[in-house]
């Protein structure tokens, strides 16, 4: 019997986690104030979540597409489920009167100047996180990276401090240089970041067994989107991921750099919530792009 096959039975693909009493994978046990939190963020009606990454600044500063927060994302904020951002960028540019859920970075350290990004420390107190009212915040783990004990210790004490406030804790899979991204590396990432208490995991989507990492992990996995790649490619990923067991994504370049970031955030959004095939979400994405452009042509000519 193939390799693929006997992995099948062990995790029970066929056999989805039961989450008696609340929607979401391994949340039903969570007080009120967590579960209300993650309702903001997972749309309940779908129990999957479209969450702009934004949060690349904290160590790439004005990378492609997030030079002008304030003019590019800001417009596209009625279209996301969730925003994950830096707490400088919520104070200083997303406007207060904005009722979407923040989702906020909490590490940091090292800047892309360095070699090994693992360095990283807890860069945010949860009290800040109450204040600003976040739905919930997200740290880098590098599970076999050169400071994996302490990026574990890092989240393990933002699950404890989130524990004492009510705020989700998502633990993001960061993977070193040298680790092989594939399912065996992310079911072991995600699984430990699942037992040392994260709620909800971000991860990388994998061509190959995408579906076991889901399985074994007890909590909610949002795919992360990584590097641009063509629209059709990035909504197929996108569609794979949610129909191989993901609760959405936290995609950050394949929407702010895409030639039409409004556009590509609403094909995304179908393909999360209304399950619209990657093809037919491009469609959607070239139509809306083609009108945004006679828009824009309009208002030119005029
Ligand atoms: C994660 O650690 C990064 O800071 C981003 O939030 C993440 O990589 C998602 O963004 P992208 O879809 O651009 O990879």
């Given at each position: 019997?193939?390799?693929?096959?006997r992995?099948?039975?062990?995790?029970?693909?066929?056999?989805?986690?039961?989450?008696?009493?609340?929607?979401?994978?391994?949340?039903?046990?969570l007080?009120?104030?967590?579960?209300n939190?993650?309702a903001?963020?997972?749309?309940?009606?779908?129990?999957?979540?479209?969450?702009l990454?934004?949060?690349?600044?904290?160590?790439q500063?004005p990378t492609?597409?997030?030079?002008r927060?304030?003019?590019?994302?800001?417009?596209?904020?009625?279209?996301?489920?969730?925003?994950?951002?830096?707490?400088g960028?919520?104070?200083?540019?997303?406007?207060?009167?904005?009722?979407?859920?923040m989702?906020l970075?909490?590490?940091?350290?090292?800047?892309?100047?360095?070699?090994?990004?693992?360095?990283?420390?807890?860069?945010?107190?949860?009290d800040?996180?109450?204040?600003?009212?976040?739905?919930?915040?997200g740290?880098?783990?590098?599970?076999?990276?050169?400071h994996?004990?302490?990026?574990?210790?890092n989240m393990?004490r933002l699950v404890?401090?989130?524990?004492?406030?009510?705020?989700?804790?998502?633990?993001?899979?960061?993977?070193?240089?040298?680790?092989?991204?594939d399912?065996?590396?992310?079911?072991?990432?995600c699984?430990?970041?699942?037992?040392?208490?994260?709620?909800?995991?971000?991860?990388?989507?994998?061509?190959d067994?995408?579906e076991?990492?889901?399985?074994?992990?007890?909590?909610p996995?949002?795919?992360?989107?990584?590097?641009?790649?063509?629209?059709?490619?990035?909504?197929?990923?996108?569609?794979?991921?949610v129909?191989?067991?993901?609760?959405?994504v936290?995609?950050?370049?394949?929407?702010f750099?895409?030639?039409?970031?409004q556009?590509m955030?609403?094909?995304?959004?179908?393909?999360?919530?209304?399950?619209?095939?990657p093809?037919?979400?491009?469609?959607?994405f070239?139509?809306?792009?083609?009108?945004?452009?006679?828009?824009?042509?309009?208002v030119?000519?005029?």
């Amino acid at each position: 019997m193939p390799e693929a096959d006997r992995e099948g039975e062990r995790y029970a693909l066929d056999q989805p986690q039961q989450t008696p009493g609340f929607y979401l994978k391994g949340s039903h046990q969570l007080d009120w104030g967590m579960k209300n939190r993650m309702a903001r963020v997972f749309d309940p009606r779908s129990g999957r979540t479209v969450m702009l990454a934004i949060d690349h600044g904290y160590f790439q500063g004005p990378t492609t597409g997030l030079e002008r927060i304030d003019l590019s994302i800001v417009p596209l904020l009625p279209s996301c489920d969730a925003l994950f951002c830096t707490r400088g960028i919520l104070r200083t540019v997303i406007p207060a009167q904005c009722q979407k859920p923040m989702v906020l970075r909490a590490s940091g350290g090292p800047s892309i100047l360095r070699d090994e990004l693992s360095d990283e420390e807890i860069a945010m107190d949860m009290d800040d996180a109450v204040r600003l009212n976040a739905a919930g915040v997200g740290i880098q783990v590098f599970i076999g990276g050169e400071h994996e004990t302490r990026s574990v210790h890092n989240m393990t004490r933002l699950v404890d401090a989130g524990l004492r406030a009510g705020v989700p804790v998502m633990g993001i899979t960061a993977v070193g240089k040298a680790m092989v991204r594939d399912a065996k590396y992310f079911r072991l990432a995600c699984r430990i970041i699942a037992e040392l208490g994260a709620q909800y995991v971000k991860t990388y989507y994998v061509d190959d067994g995408f579906e076991t990492i889901t399985a074994s992990c007890p909590v909610p996995i949002v795919m992360a989107g990584g590097k641009k790649l063509p629209e059709l490619e990035a909504l197929t990923m996108a569609y794979s991921a949610v129909q191989q067991g993901a609760c959405g994504v936290d995609m950050g370049r394949n929407i702010f750099q895409s030639g039409a970031p409004q556009a590509m955030i609403e094909a995304v959004a179908a393909v999360v919530h209304k399950n619209l095939k990657p093809k037919q979400a491009f469609e959607l994405f070239r139509s809306l792009k083609a009108d945004a452009e006679r828009g824009a042509a309009n208002v030119a000519a005029e």
